[in-house]
């Protein structure tokens, strides 16, 4: 099961239940769409576009208090700002895709639980 840092999420948002749900059921409605991109740009071997996605889910992870899935989308978007190879950029961001699609589950139960 994914951890959160909701005590993390709650300091930037507050402590309100019905506003932390609302926080949450943004990122799972967005996180499978970037994820989705960066997997397409990952294959495609567009380093720019991989920083970008990696950045943008690496805030949102952050954000919400996924710091697993912010430190690997960090280490991702640091590969795509340095040019790394793209195979293990591949790699990479087929791992985290998995994960992060897997955790969705996760994350709508620890909604559902606040």
Not at 11 to 32: M, T
Not at 69 to 84: N, R, S, V, W
């Amino acid at each position: 099961m994914v951890t959160l840092d909701l005590d993390h999420l709650k300091k930037i948002v507050g402590n309100d239940p019905a506003f932390l749900r609302q926080v949450l059921q943004i990122f799972v409605a967005n996180a499978p769409k970037d994820v989705a991109e960066l997997s397409r740009f990952a294959e495609a071997g567009d380093h720019e576009k991989v920083a970008f996605y990696a950045h943008k889910l690496k805030s949102a992870s952050g954000a919400i208090g996924f710091n697993e899935a912010y430190e690997a989308f960090k280490q991702i978007e640091a590969m795509g700002k340095e040019m790394g190879p793209i195979g293990e950029i591949q790699e990479h961001v087929k791992a985290m895709a998995s994960h992060c699609l897997a955790c969705m589950v996760d994350i709508e139960t620890i909604m559902n639980g606040l």
